[in-house]
């Protein structure tokens, strides 16, 4: 079964096996080794139930077409982008679905180098290869020789190029919680402590890798309440010093300060920007428009320079490779970096957040209350709706008023508040942000575009 609706703007994702089954995998496998001309590839999953029959299927189809695979196993995605880029392959994919539910599954591909790709960039050719083998009944005729299959353990090499962005001396003693949810970062993270001698104490939740994610709701996804309000409150019952979070996956890494607050990736990026521009003093830095006040200012009081990006995973790498930048923020906890290949990466910011606090000798809190002071913000609404774009099109015109940007949706911004309203790119939702000078301007401003919503949401 393959469903043309699991590829995504840059993956391929959906239901096993109703969407998604061993021989959609194989065709799959077969049609991107055909679109990237692959001699050599790296195969890795993450630690759902489906993966282990669908990595299998893929890993048959590639043999039997005469493609060698180098297999990884059960990773975390940046180390899956490590391999790809150091590894001698033509590129690779991991079956993954990210942090949706255990009955999920996909591929997230890459070419040689860990270059990502996307539905404009080789994707839209590898769903049409593998539809229409679908519907010959099976591949062409290979008569060559068979591939050759390898396994290859990275975790050590992986631990080693982590702890190569920070100076491991200046890490400092902290308490840790470290909620994996319940896939790799966390088994990660204590081969890095390891391999680093670093004086860091972890407490672990959700450590173990879990296929069927025992988590709050059933969703390995550290921006849902009941997750991170969890994670917040065993940071406070610990008295750890910091929290940190991860999807099922790995690539996205999330905060919380030893009071229990957590951090979107918006004040993350700001506060993780004083690394960066220390090492590469006035650097270009990579947002995406969602929240832009407290990245914008703070980067600009460290001699840094911003440019505004459409939100992704290969969008944003592209951004940075056009405007030369060091580092890549999201919102949404993704964190780029030029040296990891412009790839998001779960690790190097945690460490170099540590990095920040040993250096600077300060808790995590005393970065954050500034920001919390000055720069008020609604969090992500989602926004279930029938045509997200028809309705930010219909939404547009009653802000005439304010300046707005259309890089990402549509972001409007007045003296005292902002927002961005924007179609989700892997989820059929409208996602809406606003941030503001003071609580009051926030609530005002949050209500007048829910209610602009609401009158032209009905008609689409």
Wanted: with cysteine; net charge negative.
């Amino acid at each position: 079964m393959l469903d043309p609706a699991i590829f995504k703007s840059y993956d391929a994702r959906g239901l096993y096996p109703s969407q998604l089954d061993e021989a959609g995998a194989a065709a799959i496998a077969r049609a991107f080794a055909a679109v990237v001309q692959a001699k050599t590839l790296v195969v890795a999953r993450d630690v759902r139930a489906s993966g282990g029959k669908l990595a299998a299927a893929a890993t048959e189809a590639l043999l039997a077409a005469g493609v060698n695979v180098l297999d990884i196993g059960v990773v975390s995605t940046d180390m899956f982008y490590f391999a790809a880029a150091t590894l001698p392959v033509d590129g690779g994919f991991t079956i993954s679905a990210s942090h949706n539910p255990k009955d999920w599954n996909g591929f997230n591909f890459c070419r040689r180098g860990a270059q990502p790709l996307a539905l404009d960039s080789g994707l839209i050719a590898v769903r049409d290869r593998a539809l229409a083998e679908i519907q010959a009944g099976g591949p062409a005729a290979y008569t060559g020789p068979r591939g050759r299959r390898e396994e290859r353990d990275l975790w050590d090499e992986f631990a080693d190029y982590v702890l190569s962005y920070v100076d491991t001396a200046l890490i400092p003693k902290v308490r840790l919680v470290a909620d994996g949810n319940c896939g790799m970062q966390v088994k990660v993270l204590q081969r890095v402590v390891a391999r680093g001698r670093l004086p860091i104490e972890i407490i672990a939740r959700h450590g173990e890798p879990d296929g069927t994610f025992p988590v709050p709701g059933g969703v390995p996804n550290p921006l849902l309440p009941e997750n991170h309000d969890e994670l917040c409150a065993a940071v406070r019952n610990e008295k750890a010093d910091l929290g940190a979070a991860w999807d099922a996956d790995g690539d996205r890494c999330f905060f919380v300060d030893g009071t229990g607050y957590f951090l979107s990736g918006y004040f993350a990026t700001a506060i993780l920007a004083r690394s960066v521009l220390r090492r590469t003093p006035g650097a270009t830095i990579v947002i995406d428009p969602r929240s832009i006040w407290a990245t914008q200012e703070t980067i600009a009081e460290l001699g840094g320079k911003t440019v505004l990006s459409r939100a992704g995973m290969t969008i944003i790498p592209d951004k940075m490779r056009e405007s030369g930048a060091e580092f890549g923020g999201e919102m949404s906890a993704h964190f780029y970096f030029r040296r990891n290949w412009f790839r998001d990466n779960g690790m190097i910011p945690l460490l170099i957040l540590l990095e920040l606090l040993g250096r600077e000798q300060k808790t995590l809190e005393e970065f954050v209350r500034p920001l919390r002071a000055k720069y008020f913000v609604s969090g992500e609404i989602n926004f279930e709706v029938a045509d997200p774009k028809a309705v930010v099109a219909a939404v547009t015109p009653r802000f005439g008023d304010a300046a707005q940007d259309f890089t990402d949706g549509l972001s409007a911004a007045y003296s005292d508040w902002r927002f961005n309203l924007r179609p989700s790119n892997t989820e059929p939702l409208l996602r809406l942000n606003v941030e503001a000078r003071s609580e009051a301007a926030l609530r005002a401003g949050q209500s007048r575009v829910e209610q602009a919503i609401a009158a032209t949401a009905g008609s689409h």
